[in-house]
């Protein structure tokens, strides 16, 4: 059996979470993490983290702690999610360079931000269900 990693992150930037709407034209929009897959370049899951973050939303964070472990089995590929909490240090959308920019078909791909309470991520379809439940039941001890 093949495992993938993938990293995935619950961004914050002044007080408020970052997230990213995603959609495409006649489907349902939904919300997610900044992250994808960790490469073979890449150090270790947290370099993963950062290299994602920049190319999808040309943000530097700061350090990274991972809270929540998802898996994902399957026929073929078992995935592994590493969700990681981090605040942005600094953003600028001119830095995204993920390959999923060069595709004309990505769809909606902004990021938004989002109170740091549990009624604001209760009211997103956030995805995947798991980490929507976790975040509500954790996000106000992170403004603390």
Do not use: C
């Not at 349902?28 to 490469?39: C, M, N, P, S």
């Not at 530097?60 to 592994?80: D, Q, Y």
């Amino acid at each position: 059996m093949k495992v993938r990693h993938n990293v995935r992150a619950v961004l914050l930037d002044g007080g408020q979470l970052v997230f990213l709407r995603r959609g495409w034209p006649g489907g349902a929009t939904y919300y997610t993490t900044v992250g994808g897959g960790v490469e073979a370049e890449d150090a270790d899951l947290e370099a993963a983290l950062r290299r994602e973050v920049m190319e999808e939303i040309g943000a530097t964070i700061g350090p990274a702690t991972e809270f929540l472990t998802l898996t994902e089995p399957g026929e073929k590929v078992t995935v592994v999610q590493h969700y990681f909490r981090a605040d942005i240090l600094d953003t600028d959308l001119n830095r995204r360079s993920g390959p999923e920019f060069d595709d004309p078909d990505i769809g909606d791909f902004t990021p938004v931000r989002v109170a740091l309470d549990a009624s604001a991520v209760g009211a997103l379809e956030l995805h995947p269900p798991e980490l929507a439940n976790h975040l509500r039941g954790h996000t106000e001890n992170w403004g603390a």
